[in-house]
């Protein structure tokens, strides 16, 4: 079992720049596929980045050059830098964990979520 904690959230203005920080519990995390998703008011949850146990990455379209995931196993946590915010980004943001061979784009891929952190970016 594995219990996903996120952190970092806040309001913060168009253009600016936030981190959030996924800490996982368990003693295999180096051996997971991570993923942050979104999920917006009325919408649906959508993934936003990726991280292989590897390190390779990936990012969903709408956020690509703007947002960076990292993974520091030592610590067992994922982090998603997130840089020229816009108000679109505005969201429920989610840690996701995968231990089986998946898809990392789908939610059905994922494990594991945490609770979620609120990202609010104001025009």
């Known amino acids: 079992q594995v219990q996903l904690v996120e952190s970092g959230g806040g309001l913060v203005q168009a253009g600016g720049s936030l981190r959030l920080s996924c800490a996982a519990s368990g003693r295999t995390f180096s051996t997971y596929a991570m993923g942050w998703f979104r999920q917006a008011p009325g919408k649906e949850r959508e993934f936003v980045a990726a991280v292989r146990s590897g390190g390779d990455t990936y990012y969903a379209d709408s956020v690509k050059g703007r947002f960076t995931i990292s993974r520091d196993n030592a610590k067992n946590t994922v982090y998603l830098q997130m840089n020229s915010l816009k108000p679109e980004d505005t969201a429920v943001y989610y840690c996701?964990?995968?231990?089986?061979?998946?898809?990392?784009?789908?939610?059905?891929?994922?494990?594991?979520w945490g609770q979620g952190t609120q990202v609010t970016v104001s025009s």
């Open positions: 996701a964990a995968r231990d089986s061979g998946r898809s990392i784009f789908e939610l059905k891929g994922y494990d594991y």
